[in-house]
């Protein structure tokens, strides 16, 4: 099942590349309007000729990013995470301390604070 043709793909990665061409040669002090001019043409003529190709290469790449990637990072990330918020009992979303309602117990007050908020 495919969700967007190989064109716009195709040109979804030549923007990209694009970008970080531009990002890279600026950092190095080597930008000039024609190198990148002819980087972009030069890229989206490659990337729409290649169309079919490199919609193959970015289901693979989807593929791996969703389910091996994103799966990796949940485990080792977000699981120790909750793991060590619940041996030390911490409460960010303070589930716990809250009783008949939903609003939070200000301690700190300031009559200036609500005049100067931002």
């Given amino acids: 099942m495919e969700r967007s043709s190989s064109r716009f793909k195709a040109l979804a990665v030549s923007a990209g590349l694009s970008f970080w061409f531009f990002i890279i ?11 990148m001019l002819s980087f972009i043409a030069g890229i989206i003529i490659l990337t729409q000729i290649f169309a079919i190709k490199v919609s193959k290469v970015l289901d693979v790449f989807a593929i791996i990013n969703t389910k091996i990637f994103l799966g990796i990072l949940f485990i080792f990330v977000f699981s120790i995470y909750g793991v060590i918020f619940r041996l030390l009992k911490i409460d960010l979303l303070q589930f716990k ?18 005049l100067k908020q931002y």
């Fill in 25 to 35: 040669s600026t950092a190095t002090g080597m930008f000039s309007i024609e190198a």
């Fill in 97 to 114: 301390t809250q009783r008949d309602t939903y609003w939070s117990d200000t301690n700190d007050f300031k009559s200036r604070k609500i």
